[in-house]
């Protein structure tokens, strides 16, 4: 066990709806990370927060978003989903990050799976 | 560029030692990572190697690291059947916070 949770584990739904997916990273941590499994992009980043901000950006959609709270738990929303967005997401956090002049491990939760239908 | 490459198959027989082999693009990554996914589970830290390290042991696996070559290698001894997941080479390249995965190898043990 990480320390990183994250839910629903699983999560279907249909073509156009909005889900807001839950990550609660490790106590201390204060980096967390959100990252996309799939079959035809293998583990993509999505983007980062760090203390409550937005530190760097991937491959995110427009339709998704995401935040950090001041409890440092963060939510990635996903909306108009489409049937390509059915996929493994990960959260991971770390104690800090590499911008802050670290280069700290990140510790994955379980991933949420989503399906989309 | 970013990029890491690893073989995407990996078939030993249980009791032989695995080598899973992977190859990275930025000569400034500072730490390398080997996460380990099974079946249905998330991916879970195996060992990560620092860069001015050119190996590293932890029990039954051994990491090694050619920085000139770009060239990391995670070796499992004694291999068992309970080792049968999907191993991923990552970095986090210079100026960046993100893990950069490859593409995974997917290690079966047989009997």
């Known amino acids: 066990d990480s320390g990183v949770t994250q839910t629903p584990k699983h999560l279907i739904t249909a073509t156009g709806q909005r889900v807001t997916l839950r990550c609660s990273p490790r106590s201390g941590d204060l980096s967390v990370y959100w990252y996309q499994q799939s079959l035809d992009q293998g583990l993509q980043f999505l983007i980062q927060?760090?203390?409550?901000?937005?530190?760097a950006k991937g491959n995110i959609l427009e339709r998704f978003s995401a935040q950090q709270f001041p409890d440092l738990h963060s939510e990635l929303n996903l909306s108009s989903l489409e049937l390509g967005d059915s996929a493994l997401y990960f959260c991971?956090?770390?104690?800090?990050?590499?911008?802050?002049?670290?280069?700290?491990?990140?510790?994955f939760g379980p991933g949420t799976r989503l399906t989309v239908l | 560029g970013e990029d890491v490459e690893q073989s995407l198959f990996l078939s030993v027989r249980e009791g032989d030692s695995s080598v899973i082999n992977c190859t990275y693009t930025?000569?400034?990554?500072?730490?390398l990572y080997w996460y380990k996914q099974e079946p249905g589970a998330g991916l879970q830290l195996l060992t990560y190697?620092?860069?001015?390290?050119d190996m590293k042991q932890d029990q039954r696996l051994t990491v090694l690291l050619n920085k000139k070559d770009k060239h990391l290698s995670l070796r499992i001894a004694d291999t068992q059947t309970g080792d049968s997941a999907i191993y991923f080479c990552a970095e986090i390249p210079g100026g960046y916070n993100k893990l950069i995965f490859g593409a995974g190898t997917r290690l079966a043990v047989h009997p």
């Open positions: 930025d000569s400034s990554s500072t730490y």
């Open positions: 991971a956090s770390s104690v800090r990050d590499r911008t802050s002049g670290y280069t700290d491990t990140q510790y």
């Open positions: 927060y760090y203390n409550g901000e937005e530190r």
């Open positions: 190697i620092f860069s001015n390290m």
